[in-house]
């Protein structure tokens, strides 16, 4: 169980595109979700926290307008990278969160296997 | 994420040997402490994780030491194995935090040699 899965798993785009990423809890609801960021050989960077039904909250220095996150449904939220440039090339990765409420003392968060971005 | 100090950074062992992988933090509020392991191109996965009211925690070839007043823990990997190579993170949790933020450290790259 808790199972977190993202789509596309690779995109390369050009550059001003915009890119949007999946991120699916597929056998739980998942209250919480996270945006991370990676870059190579290096930790995740916390870009924002979303809950479902209301606006995403954004780490310090992450570009709301440019990286929008919709958190449509208990077990989707979706992150779209907009007029994407290069310096956006990444490995971007979701991860979902139960929640208190059911019962994860701690909230666990079950993280996608990742999307690598490219962009030309 | 300064608030999360892990070493070394990377890390070369011998299979069957023992790999050590530490952590430090500052906030005291931080009250469930997880490692992560993530092989290449793919995303963390929950290895291992203690709770602060118990000083160790072991499972299989894995175990957590936790020094609550040295506000350190670490992962220890007995009998090291090839298949366990990937790149391991710690990362602490706040207490009573309802978004349950992880706070991670820098990584360690683990090889371990055959």
């Known amino acids: 169980g808790a199972v977190v899965s993202q789509h596309p798993s690779r995109v390369i785009c050009k550059s001003g595109t915009s890119v949007k990423i999946e991120c699916r809890s597929l056998d739980f609801q998942a209250t919480t979700m996270f945006w991370y960021r990676q870059f190579p050989k290096k930790s995740l960077m916390l870009m924002a926290t979303?809950?479902?039904?209301?606006?995403?909250?954004?780490e310090q220095g992450v570009e709301k307008d440019k990286f929008l996150i919709n958190h449509a449904s208990l077990t989707l939220s979706t992150l779209t990278v907009t007029s994407a440039h290069p310096e956006d090339s990444s490995f971007y990765i979701c991860s979902a969160s139960l929640g208190l409420g059911a019962g994860a003392k701690y909230n666990e968060q079950f993280f996608g296997p990742g999307t690598r971005l490219t962009v030309l | 994420q300064q608030q999360v100090k892990q070493s070394p950074q990377s890390l070369i062992v011998q299979k069957g040997g023992i790999s050590i992988i530490n952590c430090a933090y500052e906030?005291?509020?931080?009250?469930?402490f997880p490692w992560y392991q993530q092989f290449p191109g793919k995303g963390p996965a929950l290895l291992i994780a203690?709770?602060?009211?118990?000083s160790e925690k072991k499972e299989g070839r894995f175990t957590i030491s936790f020094n609550k007043s040295a506000k350190q823990f670490s992962l220890h990997i007995m009998d090291s194995q090839p298949g366990d190579s990937a790149t391991y993170f710690c990362?602490?949790?706040?207490?009573?935090?309802?978004?349950?933020?992880?706070?991670f450290g820098r990584g360690t790259q683990l090889t371990v040699w055959p």
């Open positions: 990362a602490p949790e706040r207490r009573g935090s309802t978004l349950g933020r992880l706070y």
């Open positions: 203690i709770r602060p009211d118990v």
């Open positions: 906030n005291t509020a931080f009250d469930y």
């Open positions: 979303s809950n479902e039904g209301s606006k995403a909250t954004y």
